[in-house]
C-alpha cells in the first residue's frame, strides 16, 4: 500500500503527517502515527539568492531533530537538509555536491532515523543517478527521498525518475515529495509513499481554492477520494480521517 503524507486540516485525524520547522508543532496536538519532517527548503522559494541556509539553521535543525527522536522515537522520520534546483535553476551552483555534503555531515553526527533526499539539477536525470549512487555508497537507509519531482510537470522525468531510485534502493522505503496528481498513477509501484498539499487547491474549473474550514475539510475528503481510485489496486494507506468538530 501507498502512504499518503500531508497535514490534514484541523479538526480531521489522519495518520501520515508531514510537517517542517515552522509547523512542527502540530506534532503535539495531534494524533499520528508516523511523521515525516521535512528540512524546510521552502525557504529557498522565498530567497531566490541564498545560496545555502540561514547561518546556524543546520545546528538548530540537527537540536531538533534528536528532540523529536527523544520524544517520537521510531514514529517519525527526519529528512537530512537539502538543496532543491527546481525553484530556481542554477540558484547553488552545485546542488547535489551540497546536498551530498549535508548527509554525510548529519550521517556522522547522530544515529537519528535519517531520511537523505536525492536531488538534481533542474531535470536532469544524469545528475540524479549520481545523486542515487553517492547516496548508496555512504550507507545502506532504510528510507530515501526524491526530490525532483515537486515542481517538474514532465510526467516522463518524473516516472524516471522514480524508477531510477528503486534500482539503486530496492529494499529501501521511498518517498517522493510532491509528485502531481496526473503523475501518481505511473509511479505507484516504485514509490512507497508520497505527500502533498494540493488538497487545498480547487478541483475543479473557475472554482477557488479552499478559503474556510469547512470547505478545507470537504476539500481533504474529496482529494482522499481521489487518490484512492487512482492507487488502486495497490490501494492507498491511510486510516479512517473523521471530523473532530
Given at each position: ?115 537523505p533526499t536525492i536531488q538534481a539539477k533542474f531535470k536532469d536525470i544524469k545528475t540524479f543517478e ?85 470547505e478545507r475539510r470537504r476539500y481533504f475528503s474529496e482529494y482522499v477520494s481521489r487518490l484512492a ?17
Amino acid at each position: 500500500m501507498v502512504r499518503f503524507y500531508t497535514l490534514p486540516p484541523n479538526g480531521v485525524n489522519h495518520e501520515f503527517i508531514c510537517v517542517n520547522p515552522k509547523s512542527v508543532k502540530q506534532l503535539y496536538k495531534r494524533q499520528f502515527s508516523h511523521a515525516i519532517c521535512d528540512s524546510g527548503v521552502h525557504y529557498f522559494y522565498s530567497n531566490p539568492f541564498a545560496i545555502d541556509y540561514p547561518p546556524g539553521y543546520l545546528e538548530e535543525y540537527m537540536k531538533l531533530s534528536r528532540e523529536l527522536f527523544s520524544l517520537f522515537g521510531e514514529r517519525i522520520s527526519i529528512v537530512i537538509p537539502d538543496y532543491p534546483d527546481d525553484y530556481y535553476p542554477g540558484q547553488f551552483r552545485d546542488n547535489v555536491k551540497k546536498t551530498l555534503r549535508n548527509i554525510k555531515i548529519f550521517r556522522e553526527a547522530e544515529d537519528l532515523p535519517w531520511v537523505p533526499t536525492i536531488q538534481a539539477k533542474f531535470k536532469d536525470i544524469k545528475t540524479f543517478e549520481l545523486c542515487c549512487r553517492e547516496i548508496s555508497e555512504i550507507d545502506d537507509f532504510e528510507t530515501v527521498a526524491i526530490g525532483t519531482v515537486c515542481k517538474v510537470r514532465n510526467v516522463n522525468f518524473i516516472i524516471k525518475c522514480c524508477k531510477m531510485a528503486r534500482k539503486y534502493f530496492p529494499n529501501s522505503w521511498i518517498h517522493a515529495f510532491g509528485p502531481p496528481l496526473n503523475a501518481i498513477p505511473y509511479i505507484k509501484y516504485y514509490i512507497d509513499s508520497f505527500d502533498s498539499t494540493a488538497w487545498t487547491f480547487p478541483r475543479k474549473a473557475n472554482n477557488s481554492s479552499c478559503k474556510t474550514a469547512e470547505e478545507r475539510r470537504r476539500y481533504f475528503s474529496e482529494y482522499v477520494s481521489r487518490l484512492a481510485q487512482i492507487l488502486e489496486p495497490r490501494n492507498l494507506e491511510l486510516t479512517d480521517f473523521m471530523s473532530n468538530v
